[in-house]
């Protein structure tokens, strides 16, 4: 069956440019989760949701940084007035349920560069 | 594609070799410990896990470590090969909230030599 999917593959946008990033969960799958990735660093938690709820906003880093999963199902993480800093590979992993948490199977990620 | 492994700690083994990747964790109340493999222009994949109660566990050519007193996770790879060249990544599980929080540790860049 299908993985999880993410579009675009690589955004690149102005300084102060709004973007929105695109995750399909594989289906089935409850939670669902957004990672940051740097280039040369570890995947950094932004959030969780279960279902449509977003039970866990905690790594997002700042205001600008919003997601949403209106139907339980595709997710789309938006960022505000891109800044330079926030230029990364954004990832996007589900799983069975919280449970399964442990076992996220993740896209190949979204890559954002900010000029 | 971008490089993962950019700026990381790299391991060089010889095809063939066995390769020995470490990682020190730092939360002693983790659940679990998770080392994954991340290729370039992809997400991480899932090799191996280890419970916090136990000390070793195997797979297919994979072995991981986990030594509670220091907190240092290792993942041994028998016979690597080309195949084997990655970024690796610990990563800790813990309870948080209601579901499963991962945190990923620093990784190690693996270049296999053919």
């Known amino acids: 069956g299908a993985g999880v999917s993410q579009s675009p593959r690589y955004k690149v946008a102005k300084r102060g440019q709004d973007v929105a990033l695109r995750c399909d969960p594989i289906?089935?799958?409850?939670?669902l989760f957004w990672y940051q990735q740097a280039l040369g660093q570890g995947p950094e938690f932004l959030t969780y949701?279960?279902?449509?709820?977003?039970?866990?906003k905690s790594g997002l880093p700042s205001d600008r940084f919003f997601a949403e999963r209106p139907e339980g199902s595709v997710s789309t993480l938006k960022i505000q007035r891109t800044q330079q800093e926030d230029s990364a590979v954004y990832l996007c992993?589900?799983?069975?349920?919280?449970?399964?948490?442990?076992?996220?199977?993740f896209g190949p990620g979204t890559r954002l560069t900010v000029t | 594609g971008e490089s993962v492994g950019l700026h990381l700690p790299t391991l060089s083994v010889q095809e063939g070799d066995n390769s020995i990747i470490n990682c020190a964790y730092s939360?002693?109340?983790?659940?679990?410990f998770i080392w994954y493999k991340q290729e370039s222009g992809k997400g991480p994949q899932f090799i191996i896990d280890?419970?916090?109660?136990?000390d070793k566990r195997q797979g297919q050519r994979v072995t991981v470590l986990l030594n509670k007193t220091v907190k240092h996770l290792s993942l041994q790879i028998a016979a690597t090969q080309p195949g084997d060249s990655a970024v690796y990544f610990c990563?800790?599980?813990?309870?948080?909230?209601?579901?499963?929080?991962?945190?990923f540790g620093t990784g190690t860049k693996l270049q296999v030599i053919p």
């Open positions: 992993a589900s799983s069975l349920g919280p449970d399964y948490s442990y076992e996220q199977y």
């Open positions: 949701f279960q279902n449509e709820a977003q039970l866990d």
């Open positions: 990563a800790e599980i813990m309870n948080s909230g209601g579901y499963q929080k991962v945190t």
């Open positions: 289906s089935g799958h409850v939670s």
């Open positions: 280890i419970r916090s109660n136990m």
């Open positions: 939360n002693s109340a983790s659940d679990y």
